[in-house]
């Protein structure tokens, strides 16, 4: 007997077949004064501009030339199709569609498919996905199956929901399969017309008129074979959420809930003597639109308040607000990322104390001037100056490490800061050669009073054929007036095909 997965998992897939056209409508104003134009969108295939999508009363135009479907239809609307802004709006649709389950997937160009296994009565949340976006102005189609393979053919291809699963998909066409135009053509010649006509022929002669990925699509299709979809975002650690049976149009209230999941998460996050490194909440309007604020920590973070300072500190930093619209029937905080949350020790200098306050200060300007405002230097195995030293998000970066403290009574043999790339300077040596006697830079005569070097430096044998690879000779120098520069000299006399040049790399003071 052929075991079917079908009968364990459940699959809800949403189709959108006039996508572009509904986008348009909903995001153009001006589409709103041709609520019967027949539109159509184009692009180039084939050396010619054909229809790649259409409105619902122009869908018998899909395919043709734009000169044929003007031939057809002379008052027809072409606008040039934009798949970018295509995708974007999918893209916002599935996020509002995982306030039924984390497991959301895109599918091709214009549908979502979503595992609701486990998630209650996947009736219930097919007719309420399907309410929400024909409210909202969307031509969906939708469709339950026990695989996404099933349930995306179903959505596309059946024109009402059937109370048969089985027998519905065997009523598909075999355009279901997705086989490329050749292998179509090929099996309606054979009289081989519905997904029906082929799973009754065995499957050895298929697999080796038209390969193992047919027959593999249609076991699929058919729920002989497993299958599952692969989410947009993993699933975070942890969830906590407030569904309302009445949205709430007030920001300060939806806030107070925020809070109070920050309080819940602060329990569980203590049981698991863990802590949180990035929050993520989610609004979710009741027109099916969603907002998200995330807020990030250096350290594992588990207060309810700290995490609620955060947030403010980000909502703060919004250029556009948090906008209610209608209201939100439903508010999302999830963890994503967990750290163990060891307990710390006050040390009687009050180090740790120190750290935990420098932690919650790089917390609170990243929330409200970015992550990537803030660096913290880290260094590095390299012997090249530059690629010493990693500047990192301060918020991201590890542990500081130990930096190479200079010897007792010695100068530091590394400047303070480095230009990025080195200035270049006019240096007059008194041989070739020889340390730099004096130096142009900035429009400014330096005398050099005292130097030390050189420190040679070789270059990355990888990059010998580049003028960045040559050899580099650094001098510490101070001038007549006491200021200190990093310079080197950029290849050696007779030794390399360019001709040496110098280089102001870093200040000491």
């Not at 179903?154 to 059937?162: F, H, I, M």
Request: aromatic fraction near 6%; proline fraction near 7%; charged fraction near 30%.
């Amino acid at each position: 007997m052929t075991r079917r997965f079908s009968e364990t998992r459940r699959f809800l897939a949403l189709y959108w077949p006039h996508l572009a056209a509904d986008r348009l409508r909903r995001t153009n104003g001006a589409a709103d004064s041709l609520p019967n134009a027949l539109l159509v969108f184009t692009a180039k295939q084939r050396g010619a501009m054909r229809i790649v999508a259409t409105c619902e009363r122009a869908r018998g135009l899909a395919g043709l030339t734009l000169a044929d479907a003007r031939a057809r239809e002379p008052d027809l609307v072409a606008i040039d199709a934009d798949p970018t802004g295509d995708l974007h709006m999918l893209e916002r649709i599935a996020d509002g569609c995982d306030r039924y389950t984390p497991m959301v997937a895109l599918d091709s160009d214009a549908g979502v498919t979503l595992d609701v296994t486990g998630c209650g009565d996947a009736e219930a949340i097919a007719d309420d996905a399907a309410t929400r976006l024909a409210a909202a102005g969307w031509q969906v189609r939708h469709a339950l199956a026990g695989t996404p393979e099933a349930a995306q053919a179903l959505a596309r291809y059946q024109t009402a929901p059937a109370a048969d699963e089985a027998a519905a998909v065997r009523r598909l066409p075999i355009a279901a399969l997705e086989a490329d135009d050749e292998t179509e053509l090929a099996l309606r010649r054979a009289g081989l017309k519905t997904i029906g006509d082929l799973a009754a022929r065995p499957s050895a002669p298929l697999a080796a008129r038209f390969g193992s990925d047919l027959t593999d699509r249609l076991a699929r299709l058919l729920g002989q074979s497993d299958s599952r979809i692969t989410p947009r975002r993993a699933p975070p650690a942890l969830v906590f959420e407030r569904r309302f049976a009445e949205p709430i149009a007030r920001t300060e209230y939806a806030l107070e809930m925020l809070g109070e999941l920050a309080a819940e998460a602060e329990v569980a996050l203590a049981e698991r003597h863990m802590g949180g490194r990035r929050y993520a909440a989610r609004f979710y309007r009741s027109d099916g639109v969603a907002r998200d604020l995330s807020v990030e920590a250096s350290l594992p973070l588990r207060g309810a308040k700290d995490v609620m300072r955060l947030f403010g500190e980000r909502l703060d930093a919004l250029a556009d607000p948090i906008d209610p619209g209608f209201g939100f029937d439903l508010i999302r905080l999830a963890v994503p990322l967990l750290e163990p949350m060891a307990p710390t020790q006050l040390q009687l200098e009050g180090g740790a104390v120190a750290e935990g306050e420098l932690a919650a200060l790089i917390d609170r300007l990243s929330a409200r001037a970015g992550k990537g405002k803030f660096r913290r230097l880290r260094p590095r195995e390299s012997h090249i100056p530059e690629q010493a030293v990693l500047a990192l998000p301060a918020i991201d970066a590890p542990q500081p490490a130990d930096w190479d403290a200079p010897e007792v009574g010695e100068p530091p043999s590394r400047p303070i800061h480095l230009f990025d790339p080195p200035q270049m300077i006019d240096v007059i040596a008194e041989v070739p050669d020889g340390p730099p006697h004096r130096f142009r830079w900035r429009r400014g005569v330096h005398e050099v009073t005292r130097f030390e070097g050189p420190e040679r430096i070789a270059a990355q044998w990888w990059k010998r054929d580049d003028n960045q690879g040559l050899t580099r000779d650094y001098y510490r120098v101070e001038d007549a007036r006491g200021r200190r520069f990093w310079i080197f000299r950029h290849g050696l006399y007779g030794a390399e095909r360019v001709a040496p040049g110098w280089y102001m790399h870093g200040l000491f003071a």
